[in-house]
């Protein structure tokens, strides 16, 4: 079991930015395939942000942030970023970072362990 633990979240104005981390305490993440955020906006389902592997290093977007959100990884620190500028109100929601340990659940998006997540509101 990894835990994951999300942080960086909180109350930001339309067109400002917020950087979220996320670690796993004790364990090594980049032993596992990839990392994944997602979010989920009150009474919506689970969305997905976008992806990056801990080998090749290319990220991959969801359309809806493609441009705005940049995700990287920390191998030292053994940590993960979203960083999310240009922020939007429909970009509120409470925002995971998920774990996959091999290919096919990277990239089926069906991720292995997830964190508690964190609560983004972009609200003036």
């Known amino acids: 079991q990894v835990q994951l633990v999300e942080s960086g979240g909180g109350l930001v104005q339309p067109g400002g930015s917020l950087r979220l981390s996320c670690v796993a305490p004790?364990?090594?993440?980049?032993?596992?395939?990839?990392m994944g955020w997602f979010r989920q906006a009150p009474g919506m389902g689970r969305e997905f942000v976008g992806r990056?592997?801990?080998?090749?290093?290319?990220?991959y977007y969801a359309d809806s942030v493609k441009g705005r959100f940049t995700i990287s990884r920390d191998d030292a620190k053994n940590t993960v970023f979203l960083q999310m500028n240009s922020l939007k109100p429909e970009d509120t929601g409470v925002y995971y970072c998920?774990?996959?340990?091999?290919?096919?659940?990277?990239?089926?998006?069906?991720?292995?362990?997830w964190g508690q997540g964190t609560q983004v509101t972009v609200s003036s």
């Open positions: 004790g364990r090594t993440l980049n032993a596992n395939y990839g």
């Open positions: 990056i592997t801990w080998t090749y290093g290319a990220p």
């Open positions: 998920a774990c996959a340990a091999d290919r096919n659940t990277y990239f089926n998006l069906n991720y292995d362990y």
